[in-house]
């Protein structure tokens, strides 16, 4: 059974920053291309930043670009997202997705994280 557990949001202040994790079981996580999205209140869900596997093909939504950084560690089966110099505006859930389909295998959701940019 392939699992997504998300951790580490939370409420910070603007300006501050948080650290994402996204640990996955089931699946050999270095076949999957790895994604976070988020969902804000209100709005539909955004593709915050996605990085590939071998190669490691980096991209973020241009709202993000310079204060969130996207890492991956396949040995431990787990996805980062650095997150800095927050804004209120990144007030959302985050979700991790881990896709399979360049080999044929599945897409996968984690539950979600919320994360709150609030003084």
């Known amino acids: 059974q392939v699992q997504l557990a998300e951790s580490g949001g939370g409420l910070v202040q603007p300006g501050g920053s948080l650290r994402l994790s996204c640990v996955a079981s089931?699946?050999?996580?270095?076949?999957?291309?790895m994604s976070w999205y988020r969902r804000a209140p209100g709005s539909g869900r955004e593709l915050v930043a996605t990085i590939t596997g071998v190669g490691g093909t980096i991209e973020y939504a241009d709202s993000v670009k310079g204060r969130f950084t996207i890492f991956r560690d396949d040995v431990k089966k787990t996805v980062i997202l650095q997150m800095n110099s927050l804004k209120p505006e990144d007030t959302a859930v985050y979700y991790c997705?881990?896709?399979?389909?360049?080999?044929?295998?599945?897409?996968?959701w984690g539950q979600g994280t919320q994360v709150t940019v609030s003084s």
């Open positions: 997705y881990a896709d399979g389909s360049t080999v044929h295998a599945g897409r996968y």
């Open positions: 089931g699946l050999r996580l270095s076949a999957y291309v």
